[in-house]
C-alpha cells in the first residue's frame, strides 16, 4: 500500500506526533492478524457516513480506509552528503509515496530548537534543501548515461531533456512539486522532491484558532496542505474517552483531532479515494486511485470481481440517506446500473455483479 514518511528536523515533535499515530492504530482493533511494523503507524481515515450506512444496514462493525505513516529517523544537515543516518534516511524516503515535513511551530523554552531559534520557514527550507540537493545528485549520476543513450536512441532524448529541465528547476531552490513539474520521463530516476508534500505545524496551543497565524504558514507552503496540531494534546487526547476528548476539543475552538484530519489529508494528498459497501456484517471503505474505474474498484476486493466484472449497482451516498434503503433506492430509480467505463464518484456505495 501507498506510504507518507514523516520527517523533520530533531526536537520538532515527531516521535511524539507517531506515538500518538500508532496509537491511534485501527490495525490491532480491526485487522488482529495484520503484521504491524515498529516504524509504520496505520491510521484509520475518519467517515461519518460509515456510521450512518451501519445504521441503515445493521452492519455489526465498521471497517474505514487506511493511510500509512512512516516514521523517517533523523534528518541531519548534510544529509545529502550521506553524512550520520543520511544514507539510510533518503533511502527510506525514497520509498515512501508522499512526504510529511513535521515543523516546529511552537516555542517552548525547555526544548532546544537545533537551530537555535524557532523559524518554520528555515526549517522547511532546511529540509527542501537536503532533498534537492540529493535530487541533483541523482540526476547529475544520471546525466552522462542519459546523454550517451541520447546519441544512440534518438527517441530517448526526451528523457535527457527532461532531466536537464528538473535539474534546472532544482538549481532555483525549489522542489519538483512546488514547481509542479511534470516527472513522468524521468519516473525512473526517483526524484525524491517529485513526490507531494504536507506539512504539520506542531502549534502552541493558542495558535490552533489564530487564522492570522495560520494563513501566513499556509502561504509558506502552498499549494501544498498544512495541518495545524500540538502533537503533546494529540497525545494526551487519545487516552481520554470520545466524550471527553470532544469536549477538550471543543474548548480549544477544535471539531476534530488533528490526526484525524491529518489522516484525511494524508490519504487524499497520495491520490486515494474512497467508495463504500455496507451489509449486515460491515460497512465499509475501499481505497482505490482517483479516476479509478469500476471494474478496477471491484478487484481492490477481490481479483475475481475485476477478471469476472459484470456490472455495478451504484447508489450515492446522499441518495441512499434520503430513500433510507437500498430497496426504496431502487423503487425511486437511485440505483445505477453501471459498466466496465465508469469511473467511481466518491460517496459511491456500490454493490457489484460479477461471473466467477
Ligand atoms: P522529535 O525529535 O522530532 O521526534 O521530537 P520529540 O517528539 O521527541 O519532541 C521533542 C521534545 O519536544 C519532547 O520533549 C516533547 O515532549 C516536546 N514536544 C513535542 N511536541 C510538543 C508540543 O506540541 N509542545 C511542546 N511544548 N512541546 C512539545
Known amino acids: 500500500s501507498l506510504t507518507i514518511g514523516i520527517v523533520g528536523l530533531p526536537n520538532v515533535g515527531k516521535s511524539t506526533l507517531f506515538n500518538a499515530l500508532t496509537k491511534n492504530d485501527v490495525l490491532a482493533a480491526n485487522y488482529p492478524f495484520a503484521t504491524i511494523e515498529p516504524n509504520v503507524g496505520v491510521v484509520g481515515v475518519p467517515d461519518p457516513r460509515l456510521d450512518k450506512l451501519a445504521e441503515i444496514f445493521g452492519s455489526q462493525r465498521i471497517l474505514p480506509a487506511t493511510v500509512d505513516f512512516v516514521d ?131 502549534v502552541d496551543e493558542d495558535a490552533l484558532s489564530d487564522e492570522d497565524f495560520k494563513n501566513t504558514q499556509r502561504a509558506l507552503v502552498a499549494p501544498a496542505e498544512a495541518i495545524f496540531l500540538n502533537a503533546k494534546i494529540e497525545s494526551e487526547l487519545i487516552e481520554l474517552e470520545d466524550d471527553e476528548a470532544l469536549e477538550l476539543l471543543q474548548s480549544m475552538g477544535q471539531d476534530e483531532p488533528g490526526l484525524a484530519t491529518l489522516a484525511r489529508v494524508g490519504f487524499a494528498t497520495l491520490g486515494l479515494q474512497t467508495y463504500l459497501t455496507a451489509g449486515p456484517k460491515e460497512a465499509r471503505a475501499w481505497t482505490i486511485k482517483q479516476g479509478a474505474t469500476a471494474p478496477e474498484a471491484a478487484g481492490v476486493i477481490h481479483t475475481d470481481f475485476q477478471k469476472g466484472f459484470i456490472k455495478a449497482e451504484v447508489t450515492s451516498f446522499d441518495d441512499l440517506v434520503a430513500t433510507g434503503s437500498i430497496a426504496e433506492a431502487r423503487a425511486k430509480g437511485k440505483a445505477r446500473i453501471e459498466g466496465k467505463e465508469y469511473v467511481m464518484q466518491d460517496g459511491d456505495v456500490v454493490e457489484f455483479r460479477f461471473n466467477v
Do not use: W
Open 72 to 202: 523517517i529517523a533523523g534528518i541531519v544537515r548534510g544529509a545529502s552528503e550521506g553524512e550520520g543516518l543520511g544514507n539510510k534516511f533518503l533511502a527510506n524516503i525514497r520509498e515512501a509515496n508522499a512526504i510529511c515535513q513535521v515543523v516546529r511551530a511552537f516555542t517552548d523554552p525547555d526544548v532546544v530548537h537545533v537551530d537555535g531559534k524557532v523559524s518554520p520557514k528555515d526549517d522547511i527550507d532546511t529540509i527542501h534543501t537536503e532533498l534537492i540537493l540529493a535530487d541533483l545528485q541523482t540526476i547529475e549520476k544520471a546525466l552522462p548515461r542519459l546523454q550517451k543513450e541520447a546519441r544512440l536512441k534518438k527517441d530517448t532524448a526526451p528523457v535527457l531533456a527532461a532531466a536537464e529541465a528538473a535539474q534546472a528547476v532544482l538549481e532555483t531552490g525549489k522542489t519538483l512539486f512546488e514547481a509542479g513539474f511534470d516527472t513522468t520521463l524521468v519516473r525512473d530516476l526517483h526524484l525524491m522532491t517529485a513526490k507531494p508534500f504536507l506539512y504539520v505545524f506542531n
